[in-house]
């Protein structure tokens, strides 16, 4: 009975041992595996980050392409109106003679401004466009700055 008893212990104790064994084993499998997994999952999220990065930059790109384009274009809208004629002042037996010269800024047909007007006292025999042009308060090169090689305006700052 003795020996009965102790062929039941020790086959106990080696079945015990045994599942012991096991599910050491198995446990360090999976842990291996959630492992791998987590590497996995790991470099998943980085090259996801990385790609959200680099879309990111390319939508700001983008961005500032398209409000740049937008404001080249409002800028191909405006434009200036300009009128000039000679007034003439009689004061006794003298006559003075001006130029007047009026502008105003339009927006294709919107007018964005009143007129400015200039009057500008004009000797006799000048030429009188080209004293018009000179004098110009809503000059283009002023207002839009250089003209650069592709066509553009640089705007003055």
Known sequence: MNLMLLV???SSLCAVATGGLVWFIMSSRMELRLARQREKLAEARA???AQK???????QGVEETTRRKALDDFLADLRIEERHYVRE???L???RKLLVRQERIFFRNIPLSNWVEQEIPISEGADLDLLARSLSVFSPELLLGEVEEDGRHRMIR
């Open 93 to 95: 037996f003298v006559t």
């Open 47 to 49: 090259t996801i980050e």
């Open 8 to 10: 039941a212990a020790w």
């Open 53 to 59: 990065q680099g879309m990111q930059g390319a939508m």
């Open 89 to 91: 002042h009689k004061l």
